[in-house]
Structures are given as C-alpha cells and as structure tokens.
C-alpha cells in the first residue's frame, strides 16, 4: 500500500522559510519522480515543483522559480520543498504526488500559511 506523509507546514511571516517533507513507502522510491502540487482557498490545485528519479533534473512553475527547491534524499525515501522568500501568494495546502500508469497517489496535505 502506497503511502505519502507530508510534514512541516505551519504559519510564517512574509519574507521566511519553511521546509516540507514527504516521506513515502510502499514503492521503489528511487524509481518515481515525485512532484509537489499547492491548493488554495478557491483556486485549482496546481504543480510547483518536480523531481526527476535521481535527484538531477528538476523543474518548478515560474512563480517559485528561484525561490523553492526541490531535493530527495532516496536512502531515506523522501523528497523536500525548501521555500524561501514566502509570499502571501503562497499561501495553500501542499500535496505530495507521485504517478505510475493509472495510479496516482496522493499525500493528505500540510497546511502553509504566509502572513504577518
């Protein structure tokens, strides 16, 4: 059974940091890219960030270019988002995802608030 826990989101002020975790089990970690996606209030739920299966090919929506990171570390089964500069914008429920044929798996979401 394939399971995707994210963690680290919070409440922080315009202009900080956070770093979200997803940790997965219940597949070949190192043979999936895996992609962060953000929903908030209203809007669609969108892409921000992928991560090719070995780490060295990354790619982010031009809103969070230069600002988040994508990483995985795939001895621990994990992939972060490390976000820096927060904006109000950036306010949402971040999801992990991963895809495989017809199967697409779906973290339950950690909560980022940007304000002051």
């Known amino acids: 059974q394939v399971q995707l826990v994210e963690s680290g989101g919070g409440l922080v002020q315009p202009g900080g940091s956070l770093r979200l975790s997803c940790a997965a089990s219940?597949?070949?970690?190192?043979?999936?890219?895996m992609e962060w996606y953000r929903q908030a209030p209203g809007k669609q739920r969108e892409l921000v960030a992928a991560?090719?299966?070995?780490?060295?090919?990354?790619d982010y929506t031009d809103s969070v270019r230069g600002r988040f990171t994508i990483s995985r570390d795939n001895a621990k089964n994990t992939v972060y988002l490390q976000m820096n500069s927060l904006k109000p914008e950036d306010t949402a429920v971040y999801y992990c995802?991963?895809?495989?044929?017809?199967?697409?798996?779906w973290g339950q979401g950690t909560q980022v608030t940007v304000s002051s």
């Open positions: 219940g597949i070949i970690f190192n043979t999936y890219t």
């Open positions: 991560i090719s299966t070995s780490g060295r090919v990354t």
């Open positions: 995802n991963t895809q495989r044929g017809v199967n697409n798996y």
